[in-house]
């Protein structure tokens, strides 16, 4: 039976998003927010909205009771968590399963089984999926070091239980783990409450993909092609491309055929990412982990397959299946998001909270801006600084490049400081424009050479 009302359980850009999609699919949207976003714009788009707490995360967008309390009280029979937050916590699936509130994601048996790392690893091991070289988990500095000692340095500390950089250290040589692995431990258990950790080799100049994912909750999975996510700075993405650009044929298949089957394997039920870290010197990929929610950068996705991901997810959880077969997909052309954050580029990223004097987000027909802004709003200082997603495609990708370029430089924002002129600075370096870039290629390369006066993204685009 298909869903009627659903609770929103985030906040900013994605709110909107989703509540874009409950709008497209006829459904009621109520979001829950905190005393911080009582006069955000997706407190003014969603039919209803409902205050669970404080600013504070912890006391309102974090706090897994209130937020089931929200849905109940409010009548809802679906929720959906967006991404960050509670999103991979499998407490609220299974709180949801309890109050007969349709969670809009994955069984909490599915999301313990992929969401954790360890899990995850062993689950491509019987699937004969490669993974990168590395171990399960450890439990002591000793038996990483021994690991490490096996793989060879330099290694990867990684946290078992989450993501997003939190709980992973690069070890280069044997007299820095102990640091490492102290400083990894400590991190992952404030984040994610879980210190498990895993040693993983380290590839020097990797490529990180991706292939997004939609289960029918009942083994059956497709995929919507992959993605790259190589451009990073401390683990944080900045830019991600659909589809990954110059990937070998082989790869290609095996990578969403591994991620099909991974999916499948689970009975999982909604959107989900496989990752996979590419060799470019080898030639091969190594799965990673699975991601068990929507991702920031599925918009590229959609773009590019045509395929609204967040309405598929509405519908699955509606117990309606999937509206799409594998044979309905088919790629076409190439696209491109940059992340416009509310930081300062010039002081190494610090956040830049404050009113929005001007936000006028550039229009094309090639062109999507995925946000929360409007002239006037405050930016909160409590929550993540991302303001919104620019999207931009073309043809092929040095078309989606140059668009996107444009698109940054049409960007009109007053009244914060934000890391449009340092994308726009990114995507014009050549090793960009070539593609001959890696996972630390950002810090390695492009920070000592980049100024403290990005271009100005005012400036035309010249011919």
Do not use: C, F, N, T
């Given at each position: 039976?298909?869903?009627?009302?659903?609770?929103i359980a985030n906040r900013g850009e994605i709110a909107v998003r989703v509540i874009k999609a409950c709008f497209d699919e006829g459904i009621e949207s109520v979001l829950a927010v905190s005393e911080a976003d009582k006069g955000s714009l997706g407190a003014q788009l969603a039919d209803r909205t409902v205050v669970i707490g404080p600013a504070a995360a912890a006391e309102s967008y974090l706090d897994v009771d209130r937020v089931v309390a929200a849905a109940k009280v409010t009548g809802c029979d679906g929720l959906h968590p967006g991404y960050g937050f509670l999103s991979e916590r499998a407490e609220?699936?299974?709180e949801c399963a309890d109050a007969g509130v349709a969670f809009i994601g994955p069984s909490a048996e599915a999301m313990k089984r992929s969401g954790d790392k360890a899990t995850a690893r062993a689950l491509a091991k019987e699937l004969d999926v490669p993974i990168n070289e590395?171990?399960?988990?450890i439990e002591s500095e000793g038996e990483a070091r021994e690991i490490a000692a096996e793989v060879g340095y330099p290694v990867l500390l990684k946290a078992s239980a989450g993501g997003g950089g939190r709980g992973m250290r690069l070890v280069e040589e044997e007299s820095e783990l102990?640091?490492?692995?102290?400083?990894?431990?400590?991190?992952?258990?404030a984040a994610f409450g879980d210190g498990r950790l895993f040693v993983e080799r380290y590839v020097r100049h990797a490529r990180h993909v991706e292939v997004q994912v939609l289960g029918d909750g009942v083994g059956g999975a497709i995929h919507l092609g992959h993605r790259d996510c190589t451009l990073q700075r401390r683990y944080q993405k900045l830019v991600e491309e659909a589809p990954a650009y110059g990937l070998p044929p082989q790869l290609d298949a095996q990578i969403t055929s591994a991620a099909t089957r991974l999916i499948s394997a689970l009975d999982y039920g909604g959107a989900a990412t496989c990752e996979f870290l590419v060799d470019p010197e080898r030639g091969t990929a190594g799965f990673l982990e699975i991601n068990a929610r929507l991702q920031v950068e599925h918009p590229v996705s959609e773009v590019v397959t045509g395929v609204d991901i967040v309405r598929e997810q509405l519908r699955i959880a509606g117990g309606e299946g999937l509206s799409v077969s594998q044979e309905d997909v088919e790629l076409s052309g190439h696209a491109v998001e940059v992340r416009i954050n509310a930081e300062s580029p010039e002081r190494d990223f610090a956040p830049t909270p404050g009113t929005l004097t001007v936000w006028a987000p550039p229009l094309g027909s090639d062109v999507r801006v995925d946000s929360a802004c409007f002239p006037g709003w405050s930016v909160p200082p409590f929550y993540d600084s991302l303001?919104?997603?620019?999207?931009?495609s073309g043809p092929d990708r040095e078309a989606a490049l140059a668009r996107t370029r444009q698109a940054l430089r049409h960007l009109r924002v007053e009244g914060v400081e934000t890391t449009a002129g340092f994308a726009l600075d990114?995507?014009?370096?050549?090793?960009?424009?070539?593609?001959?870039?890696h996972t630390k290629w950002v810090e390695e390369t492009f920070m000592p050479e980049w100024g403290a006066a990005p271009s100005d993204p005012t400036e035309e685009e010249s011919a």
């Open positions: 039976m298909a869903l009627s009302r659903v609770l609220l699936s299974a590395g171990s399960d988990v102990a640091g490492a692995y102290a400083a990894a431990h400590g991190e992952a258990q303001l919104a997603k620019l999207i931009a990114l995507l014009e370096h050549p090793d960009v424009v070539a593609g001959k870039v």
